[in-house]
């Protein structure tokens, strides 16, 4: 261990202490070796740390502090809307009638629960401008996949089993062909114009009888609002396929475009994205995803519904493409999703849209003069830009992102999407005000001048973090990826 | 509009618009044609102040019955168990919970850090080499170890126990469907997998045999002869394990397990009426480059110190996209954060001590319902579920109980047409022993 190490918990365990207070044993007890046959009783015990309850506290207090999130500054994380977390979702997620509700509880002793859900289903069925909702997905990616299982169910109900393939823009987010692949399609990829947007022609060119659907990110990943939408609605339900919506970017559009108006037949929401379920470090999250009539008979099972009102599971669902996750979904984060759609009410989810954007373009303006912006129109949510310019001055994106660190900031997505070179991806979010805003902006312009005029701070970037460029190479030649006791 | 998550001001709002050369916001929004347009405002309900909607909320979360102020005796895959509080003291610590996925690694070493931890942690418990960062629950977990197992052995056949729990049952059925994977039941015989079919129905056409240790009903699943008949056909042996249950059996890992997958919500996360909770991976180090989901890896910075990073990240689908053998992106990190800490609490002794208590208070348990005269079907060694048998409906009975605070087991005649009026009993370390009498005692006055 280096002596500026932060220990790992098994390196602070010392033999003897304890953290618990299990509760008291108070009923006679039988040698475990007569309750299991022999080589059962397990014999070697698993190398867990010994520790007090203020070593605990101490050893993830210091973590925390290793760890940048929302509420320790700003991050404008494109794609990921990383908005603030709202802490009474955190507070309404932990009351012991949501917390502490076993799933598989008769239905009659959970109608609050069941309440909430068919509200919460209500209200993002008139959001998405959608026929049904499911809470089921436990993330977006697992939204795809369930809404893509169902488009399989349809064409195959409809004895179309040739339609094998799904297409994909060339900006889509990696989870669109993976989710493709995994529900059995093959993946065929339609290009983006000079505009940045899907090309008309080229998707004219791959759709076909063997189309199954297009997904499509809209506003897509470079923060651009697919203006021909309704036209390429026609040519992929013209050919029978179709259209599928990835709501990661809908933070842009919340009562401005619906994707139910905008043609599509299934879309999926992400709810730790722009309905504030926290990001967790990562998950867990929530993939609602919503459809259009035709597609109702193949939502996974059970489907929650209202009879005479008392809520219940109905089961008897024959064509459903089946369950895809134990019990209803991340309950947890539906409840927090909920809460916050409460809070802001019609008018507040408009203005989350309007500032959101509002701050983007703000942004992207400002930071235009110093870093290349591929396509100059207005932006939703997010913009990119290209560190190209900087790249001939051996600046590349990643040291940008670096440097960014030493002004505390989180940087934005880099590299992503694929279609833009040297790319960098900005999402403000409304949560954001001015100063902070400038403040980011006006790092990036120095960053820009130092890539001129100094590019070394750029390149060994950062200076000030914890730790340094780590060396990934080694981690992944030589994957070291748990602690073993010396 | 004013409202307290949105800063923006008038005055804001008008320097923004100059700088950006538009007379006002609606500008911004001219490349939505308007025939998609949506014109108006949402038919939803009207925005609540903080007070008003804490109240309505607190009335709605008041009508369900919860596990905090009644008894449960209902387990079948989710369970009531200690909760360290200083769980949710570490997770409220907001530079966890507001984070992202840890892609930046210079200032995201805590999650880094916490997650190696977890993967050690789980590495420790099951006895496997390897663990990944987690998966969203045991369900979709085990459908990933069947998909890994078909890819990786080039077959498309899945037995599976009917002794694992009905919904990952019908997880992995939906999953498979999707990769055209075949998945057959292999049926129990006594309450635990029937090696006599076992031995008819495998072969060399089958990819993986998934069991579950203790199984739905309770029974310890026998490791050792089943991993004999798998592996004498070169098919995977994939074990579903609750994890608190491994600080008293021998780890599935001991037994000769290529992958071990479950669910940590035993370990410190809320039933939260069935999530989220938190699947986790564990494989041997043969199949390290081929799990799915977010790997943390140790490595070192400019200067030597250590760091963590996400690791091996070729294998995911953001780098593979098509050719990812996983779509998973988002996890249960959080939720692998509130295991870590709970495993930390507990630690080595902790888990042993737990695990037994739960095996004697349902051991405890089981021996009442014989004294005063049920029938336990499947008797034989168990962890901390059973099965009785009614002599009237489950839900029947379900319904009176909770009338006296007491949530019953679980109605296996849901799942099992054989066995209807059969109750699945669960009791954890947290039901005392007058808990448990008073349970005996109501269950027996309505049998009578």
Known sequence: ?486 | MKHRYLPMTESDQKAMLETIGVKSAEDLFSDIPESVRFKGEYKIKPAKSETSLMKELTLMAQKNADLRTNTSFLGAGVYDHYMPVIVDHVLSRSEFYTAYTPYQPEISQGELQAIFEFQTMICELTGMDVANSSMYDGGTALAEAAMLSAGNTRRKKVLISSSVHPESKEVVKTYAKGQYIEVIEIPQKDGVTDLDALNEMIGDDIAAVIVQYPNFFGRVEPLKELEEIIHAHKSMFVVSSNPVSLGALTPPGKFGADIVAGDAQPFGIPTAFGGPHCGYFAVTSKLMRKVPGRLVGQTVDDQGRRGFVLTLQAREQHIRRDKATSNICSNQALNALAASVAMTALGKKGVKEMAAANMQKAHYAKKQFKEIGFEIAFEGPSFNEFVIKLNTPVKEVNQKLLEKGIIGGYDLGRDFADLKNHMLVAVTELRTKEEIDVFVKEMGDYHA
């Open chain 1, 1 to 486: 261990m280096h002596k500026e190490d932060q220990p790992l918990i098994f390196e602070l365990s010392t033999e003897g202490r304890i953290g618990y207070s299990l509760p008291e044993m108070d009923v006679p007890e039988t040698d475990l070796s007569e309750l299991l046959p022999e080589g059962y009783l397990r014999e070697e015990e698993p190398e867990l740390p010994e520790v007090s309850e203020l070593d605990i506290m101490r050893h993830y207090t210091a973590l925390s502090k290793r760890n940048h999130g929302v509420d320790s500054g700003f991050y404008p994380l494109g794609s990921c809307t990383m908005k603030y977390n709202p802490k009474i979702n955190e507070n309404v997620a932990r009351f012991n009638g949501f917390a502490h509700l076993h799933p598989l509880q008769d239905e009659s002793s959970v109608q609050g629960a069941l309440e909430l859900m068919y509200d919460l289903q209500e209200h993002l069925i008139e959001i998405t401008g959608m026929d049904e909702v499911t809470l089921q997905p436990a993330a977006g990616a697992h939204g795809e996949w369930t809404g893509l299982m169902m488009i399989r169910a349809y064409h195959e109900a409809n004895g179309d089993t040739k339609r094998t393939k799904v297409i994909v823009p060339d900006s889509a987010h990696g989870t669109n062909p993976a989710s493709a692949t995994v529900a059995g399609f093959e993946t065929v990829t339609v290009k983006s114009n000079e505009n940045g947007l899907v090309d008309l022609e080229d998707l004219r060119r791959v759709v076909g009888e063997d189309t199954a659907a297009l997904m499509l990110t809209n506003p897509n990943t470079l923060g651009l609002f697919e203006e021909n939408i309704l036209e390429m609605a026609e040519i992929v339900h013209g050919a029978g396929g179709k259209l599928y919506y990835d709501g990661a970017n809908l933070n842009a559009v919340l009562s401005k475009a619906r994707p139910g108006d905008m043609g599509f037949d299934v879309v999926h929401l992400n709810l730790h994205k722009t309905f504030t379920g926290p990001h967790g470090g990562g998950g867990p999250g929530s993939g609602p995803v919503g459809v259009k009539a035709d597609l109702i008979p193949y939502l996974p099972k059970p489907v929650l519904v209202k009879k005479g009102g008392q809520y219940e599971f109905d089961y008897d669902r024959p064509q459903s493409i089946g369950r895809v996750k134990p019990y209803y979904g991340n309950f947890g984060i539906n409840v927090r999703a909920y809460t916050y759609i409460r809070t802001m009410g019609p008018d507040g989810l408009k203005a989350v849209t309007e500032y959101a954007v509002l701050n983007a373009n703000y942004m992207m303006r400002r930071l235009a003069p110093f870093f290349d912006l591929p396509f100059d129109r207005h932006c939703k949510h997010e913009f990119v830009l290209s560190g190209k310019r900087q790249k001939k001055l051996g600046v590349r994106t990643l040291d940008i992102a670096k440097r960014l660190l030493d002004f505390g900031y989180h940087p934005p997505t880099i590299y992503f999407p694929l279609n833009v070179e040297e790319c960098i991806m900005i999402e403000p979010t409304e949560t954001e005000s001015k100063e902070t805003l400038d403040s980011f902006v006006d790092a990036m312009i120095q960053i820009a001048k130092e890539a001129e005029e100094n590019p070394e701070i750029v390149q060994e970037a950062p200076h000030t973090t914890v730790i340094g460029r780590l060396d990934e190479t080694m981690a992944a030649r030589k994957p070291v990826l748990r602690y073993q006791k010396q």
